[in-house]
């Protein structure tokens, strides 16, 4: 059977990967979407070869070299936010959510809400609105199957099992690429030097986010959202080989871990063929080879960033959307070097605190309004903050 599916950041890292298993069994699927934003190149080449009925650049101004890249394929162009939404209202058996940051949020309840089972990878959407994530697909009847690689690895080890006998959950950070620098020398630290990551290989801000934990910090909130267990009952490890991706233990004492290589293709391909496990080629460890895994404590003073997060979860309600808002803000400044790099996390801690004083807001119910809402004014407080110099 044929299954139509559609691809939102389709030229991201996350998107390439999914293509890459896609384009190994053409006939298997039907591709209605695809979506990028600036570097439309790549996306008229998937659409062409694809064969996709869209393809939709997120930047207008793109539209007419879009057009030229697709003439004579028979696939659609179109641009801007309304055709990205449109797109995503477009009936499809299974939609890949990957594009990076809250943008991605409302095209995966789009998906949500005609019946999709939506492949996650796009965290920000559990982070910023998980409840209103939940409540869509139990309505609309869809799925919602996570590709975060360490909620994946938990999604796995849940497997047959009963939420209520679960102890804790354990997710793993690699430490990104400072995690052997000295403390002091973290505040010079440039945008190139925290975009190279030891183990994975990702898109810029993912992996900026690695360095600053940032990325554990989101992936903290979505596992508390995604599975509903107490944040009391949420961890993160420092696991320098990034090879077990989360552990699950149960109150019997048994602990579950998923173990595997570093390559976000086994955990695409598990949602592609959920509730089936098929062949995959992704490398198979030799654990003789290895010889060791190693594990440390994940330090809050050098990762302000798993501080603020426990306090989000404590807080609840919007202030993951906050939290994310002025997150992506503070990358924003660091990245155009208008912060440094310790100074993201001072900067989402302003704003926390800030906001949190508005009476109603965090507390306001997670709409798609609300949350928008939420985001604006967290973006413009960090921005604020961010010129202020503060
Ligand atoms: P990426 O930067 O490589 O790709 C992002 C995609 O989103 C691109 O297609 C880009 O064109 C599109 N995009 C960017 N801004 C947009 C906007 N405003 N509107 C519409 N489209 C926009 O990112 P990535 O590393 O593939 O990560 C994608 C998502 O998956 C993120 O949420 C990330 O946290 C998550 N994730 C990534 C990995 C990984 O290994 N890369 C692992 C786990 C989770
Ligand atoms: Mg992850």
Same mark, same amino acid.
């Given at each position: 059977?044929?299954?139509?599916?559609?691809?939102?950041?389709?030229?991201?890292?996350?998107?390439?990967?999914?293509?890459?298993?896609?384009?190994?069994?053409?006939?298997?699927?039907?591709?209605? +979407?695809?979506? /990028? &934003?600036?570097?439309?190149?790549? $996306?008229?080449?998937? %659409?062409?070869?694809?064969?996709? *009925?869209? @393809?939709?650049?997120?930047?207008?101004?793109?539209?007419?070299?879009?057009?030229?890249?697709?003439?004579?394929?028979?696939?659609?162009?179109?641009?801007?936010?309304?055709?990205?939404?449109?797109?995503?209202?477009?009936?499809?058996?299974?939609?890949?959510?990957?594009?990076?940051?809250?943008?991605?949020?409302?095209?995966?309840?789009?998906?949500?809400?005609?019946?999709?089972?939506?492949?996650?990878?796009?965290?920000?959407?559990?982070?910023?609105?998980?409840?209103?994530?939940?409540?869509?697909?139990?309505?609309?009847?869809?799925?919602?199957?996570?590709?975060?690689?360490?909620?994946?690895?938990?999604?796995?080890?849940?497997?047959?099992?009963?939420?209520?006998?679960?102890?804790?959950?354990?997710?793993? +950070?690699?430490? /990104? &690429?400072?995690?052997?620098?000295? $403390?002091?020398?973290? %505040?010079?630290?440039?945008?190139? *030097?925290? @975009?190279?990551?030891?183990?994975?290989?990702?898109?810029?801000?993912?992996?900026?986010?690695?360095?600053?934990?940032?990325?554990?910090?989101?992936?903290?909130?979505?596992?508390?959202?995604?599975?509903?267990?107490?944040?009391?009952?949420?961890?993160?490890?420092?696991?320098?080989?990034?090879?077990?991706?989360?552990?699950?233990?149960?109150?019997?004492?048994?602990?579950?871990?998923?173990?595997?290589?570093?390559?976000?293709?086994?955990?695409?391909?598990?949602?592609?063929?959920?509730?089936?496990?098929?062949?995959?080629?992704?490398?198979?460890?030799?654990?003789?080879?290895?010889?060791?895994?190693?594990?440390?404590?994940?330090?809050?003073?050098?990762?302000?960033?798993?501080?603020?997060?426990?306090?989000?979860?404590?807080? /609840?309600?919007?202030?993951?959307?906050?939290?994310?808002?002025?997150?992506?803000?503070?990358?924003?400044?660091?990245?155009?070097?208008?912060?440094?790099?310790?100074?993201?996390?001072?900067v989402v801690e302003d704003v926390l605190s800030g906001l949190s004083a508005q009476s109603g807001l965090i507390d306001a119910a997670i709409t798609l309004d609300n949350v928008h809402h939420a985001d604006h004014l967290a973006r413009q407080t960090a921005r604020e903050i961010i010129?202020?110099?503060?």
């Open positions: 059977m044929t299954r139509a599916i559609s691809i939102f950041g389709a030229t991201g890292s996350i998107g390439q990967n999914t293509i890459d298993l896609i384009a190994r069994d053409p006939d298997a699927y039907r591709v209605v +979407a695809l979506s /990028g &934003a600036r570097n439309v190149s790549q $996306l008229a080449f998937d %659409a062409r070869r694809l064969g996709a *009925e869209v @393809a939709v650049t997120a930047d207008e101004a793109q539209l007419p070299a879009l057009r030229d890249a697709l003439a004579g394929s028979g696939v659609q162009a179109a641009a801007g936010r309304a055709a990205l939404l449109e797109a995503a209202d477009r009936p499809a058996d299974w939609v890949m959510s990957c594009i990076v940051g809250a943008a991605g949020l409302e095209p995966g309840l789009r998906a949500l809400r005609q019946g999709a089972a939506l492949a996650l990878a796009n965290k920000e959407s559990m982070v910023c609105a998980g409840r209103l994530m939940l409540e869509t697909a139990k309505a609309h009847g869809a799925t919602i199957l996570p590709v975060d690689s360490e909620h994946s690895a938990v999604f796995q080890a849940l497997i047959g099992e009963d939420i209520a006998t679960v102890e804790r959950i354990v997710i793993t +950070a690699s430490g /990104g &690429a400072f995690r052997d620098w000295p $403390l002091e020398a973290l %505040a010079n630290a440039t945008p190139e *030097e925290a @975009a190279t990551h030891p183990n994975w290989d990702m898109g810029q801000r993912i992996t900026i986010d690695s360095a600053s934990m940032f990325n554990k910090a989101l992936e903290l909130i979505e596992t508390r959202e995604f599975f509903g267990v107490d944040p009391s009952q949420i961890e993160a490890v420092v696991h320098p080989e990034s090879l077990i991706h989360a552990l699950v233990g149960f109150r019997d004492g048994a602990l579950m871990a998923h173990v595997g290589p570093p390559d976000m293709r086994h955990a695409i391909g598990f949602a592609l063929h959920y509730p089936e496990r098929r062949d995959l080629p992704v490398a198979r460890l030799d654990l003789a080879a290895l010889g060791s895994l190693t594990f440390r404590k994940a330090c809050e003073v050098r990762w302000p960033a798993l501080r603020l997060a426990r306090e989000v979860m404590q807080a /609840g309600g919007l202030a993951g959307a906050v939290f994310n808002a002025a997150k992506e803000e503070a990358l924003d400044g660091f990245i155009a070097r208008r912060i440094g790099f310790t100074r993201m996390a001072g010129a202020g110099g503060a």
